[in-house]
């Protein structure tokens, strides 16, 4: 059974997984099956990634940062009784443009030298110009970006921030009430690596907000829940989704417009039934394609 949604049911199960719904909750609130809304995700998905891809190049950024979040696929990596492909510990890495909040690059991988390889080489494919690279002290970043962007025309530093509990003036431990035993941040310490970044406005916070939302937003984020994702392929599908949304559907508070439309690469902000047309759009070449290709076969 293939049951096509309407547009504007499309629209809606878009907004609620947007909104941090399950699947399963998704697909009761609007009358459907699981795989329906599944297939959504993914033909969306795979939409927005290849959209991204093709349009999000040559950006003119003057600040950027770079982080890695974490979340599981199937299983804890600790609690596997065996090594599993695809499942167990993976890293979101991404990449944002401090001022529009466009975040252009991202990846769904370990938290290895070679995923940061295929990371960073992307990153420096997009961008243009002179630029300021702010990172945490991930060890690995400071090879990759050298490797990929050079010793020229850019600037580099790391933010390291501390965490521990608050103090008093004379040195002893604050009273902490209710929320005792919550870790704090003490300070954040800056270092330029390469060139001369502007340590006063070095910073990756802005790429850590946006992690902030991916937790509340995106239901395999959350934590304590069962909304985890069980299968590596949907996961990264459903990342795709949600920087889509983030990029050119939602609005910014602080810039009162979407990421995309603050950085020049659209001229308004898309509304969820133009991300269900691109999505048939996508889908309908895609079909074009493979029927040519296969009819060039047979010639």
């Not at 690995?140 to 025309?153: K, Q, T, V």
């Amino acid at each position: 059974m293939n049951k096509r949604l309407s547009n504007d049911k499309q629209a809606l199960i878009l907004a609620a997984l947007c909104e941090g719904a399950p699947i399963r909750a998704v697909a009761r609130m609007f009358q459907t099956e699981k795989k329906i809304v599944s297939r959504v995700i993914r033909e969306t998905g795979e939409a927005f990634a290849d959209y991204m891809d093709r349009n999000f190049r040559d950006l003119p950024c003057s600040r950027i940062e770079m982080d890695e979040q974490w979340q599981y696929v199937g299983c804890h990596a600790g609690r596997m009784v065996k090594k599993e492909k695809g499942k167990g510990d993976f890293w979101l890495w991404c990449c944002i443009d401090a001022d529009t909040k466009l975040v252009f690059s991202h990846r769904v991988g370990k938290r290895d030298y070679w995923t940061g390889y295929d990371f960073v080489k992307d990153v420096r494919n997009r961008v243009k110009g002179a630029v300021q690279i702010a990172t945490d002290n991930l060890r690995a970043y400071p090879f990759l970006i050298r490797g990929h962007f050079g010793y020229e025309g850019y600037s580099f530093g790391t933010e390291t921030k501390i965490f521990g509990e608050p103090m008093l003036s004379d040195g002893t431990l604050a009273q902490l009430g209710r929320n005792e035993g919550v870790r704090r941040l003490k300070t954040a310490e800056r270092k330029a690596v390469v060139g001369s970044p502007d340590l006063s406005s070095l910073t990756t916070s802005h790429v850590e907000r946006a992690f902030l939302s991916v937790r509340q937003e995106l239901k395999r984020f959350q934590r304590k829940t069962l909304g985890y994702s069980k299968d590596l392929e949907m996961h990264k599908l459903a990342v795709a989704l949600h920087f889509g949304v983030y990029n050119f559907v939602r609005i910014h508070k602080t810039l009162g417009t979407t990421p995309a439309v603050a950085a020049g690469v659209e001229y308004e902000r898309w509304s969820l039934e133009q991300v269900v047309e691109m999505t048939a759009d996508y889908w309908r070449q895609k079909e074009d394609a493979k029927f040519e290709d296969a009819f060039a076969k047979l010639a």
